[in-house]
């Protein structure tokens, strides 16, 4: 059986957690339905995952995560740390949003588990605003690096022709010095 689940959450800022389980089935009905908390398929596809509006350049560490399960079940916990994040575009139009690093944890079922499988979401807040600003680089800048790769390669060309002609010297003189003896 296949359930497709998606909707969006609006939570205060502070810790918590969101699951998908079948803790609300009363225990015998379960039973009946599963045969047993062992017989439970957790496997799930996670499409996408956020924490407030995209901006450009994020990725999302959840997002095309599948977990398939092959003749066992147990409990999926995932441990987000989410982080404030303010992005300031060009126009200097500010967008609130998070991002988010994840821990992951399985604990595979026996028969003598009295819980039930779930996939369980665990958060929990920086206290740190992360800023990410949009910029151009004026083209001194361009020049300037250029210029940097420019002079670094002619340092380096220079520093090769230096040793390779030490090295062809000093083998010649060497090789030189044998014939005559």
Do not use: C
């Amino acid at each position: 059986m296949i359930n497709k689940v998606y909707g969006v959450l609006d939570v205060q800022r502070v810790a918590g957690n969101f699951h998908i389980s079948v803790h609300a089935l009363n225990i015998y009905v379960a039973q009946m339905i599963f045969g047993g908390a062992t017989h439970v398929n957790v496997s799930h596809m996670i499409h996408d995952l956020s924490f407030g509006p995209k901006y450009p350049g994020l990725h999302n560490p959840l997002d095309d995560t599948v977990r398939i399960l092959h003749d066992t079940s147990g409990t999926f916990k995932y441990y987000i740390k989410i982080v404030p994040t303010e992005y300031r575009y060009i126009s200097k139009e500010v967008l609130p949003t998070n991002q988010f690093s994840v821990s992951e944890y399985f604990s595979p079922m026996n028969e003598f588990d009295r819980t039930w499988p779930a996939v369980y979401f665990l958060y929990d807040l920086s206290p740190i605003t992360v800023t990410i600003k949009e910029e151009r680089r004026s083209f001194l800048h361009f020049t300037t690096r250029l210029s940097a790769v420019l002079g670094g390669t002619f340092a380096l060309t220079g520093m090769l022709d230096r040793w390779m002609y030490r090295l062809i010297k000093a083998l010649t003189t060497t090789s030189a010095r044998g014939a005559f003896q």
